[in-house]
């Protein structure tokens, strides 16, 4: 998977704002996550941004006042990454070292491109020092917007399967084509920290509600009002989309 997700966004980074960031369905999940960083990430901190891409959320906190190191799998996206300190490497195992780092970043659903995130999540935690702070964005297995997936586009029986084991294997229906996707449940990624050593603070969702599948909202539809629905934090679990913020313990 990591082949395929390296080659996708080396082939999209020369395009990737112009045509993510200009979509209502990007702003609104980057706003939700640029909240939380102004909220936990404070200036002198050191930062590890994983999958940085071509560098949106690096600079974003580099100008809330914090040194960040910007990691990401894709060659041509770094190159294309205006950011001071980066690193060619894969977020299922940080080439970095022990206990270096405040917080640990992933944001983009990047632990989505991975086929377990166990792993991952125990060499986000080695890379932080003790009390540092683990902030990550991943796509949900149980949600409404899923629940449309199973039954408009793949196996209704797929949400059973999510129910029961937190993980389903599925595709992402982006902009520019499909990419294999696994999405995780809420309580399947709680449990995946917890082993890591990282203990879960919070949990913010974004789109607890979406009235039309994300193949549609992706295109031009503006819905402000779902968008408060947001602010129902203990639905979370249900949410398409969840910002986890953990500390290393």
Known sequence: MSRAVAK???????????????MEYYRRLYRRIGEVLDRYIKPG??????????????????RLGARVTSLDISQISLKQCRCVEKVAGDAARLPVRRG?????????????HLSDVGDAFRSA??????????IADIDNAVCVDMLYEYLLFQNPWKLIAAARDGV????????????????????YVKS????????LVEARPIYLAPPLPTRLLQRKFRLGFFEKLDLLK???????????IAVKA
């Open 125 to 134: 935690a080695w890379a932080l020092r003790r009390g540092g702070l683990f």
């Open 168 to 187: 389903v294997r599925g595709v992402w229906e982006s902009a520019d084509g499909e990419i294999p996707l696994t999405y995780y449940s809420y309580f």
């Open 192 to 199: 995946a920290l917890a082993r890591a050593g990282l203990r």
């Open 8 to 22: 996708y966004y080396d082939s999209i980074a020369h395009i990737y704002s112009d045509v993510y960031l200009k």
């Open 45 to 62: 901190m050191s930062v590890l941004d994983v999958g940085s891409g071509t560098g949106f959320w690096s600079l974003y906190m580099t």
């Open 100 to 112: 270096v780092y405040d917080a640990v970043t992933a944001l983009g659903s990047v632990y989505n």
């Open 234 to 244: 203990p639905l979370a679990p249900l949410s398409t989309t969840v910002v986890y």
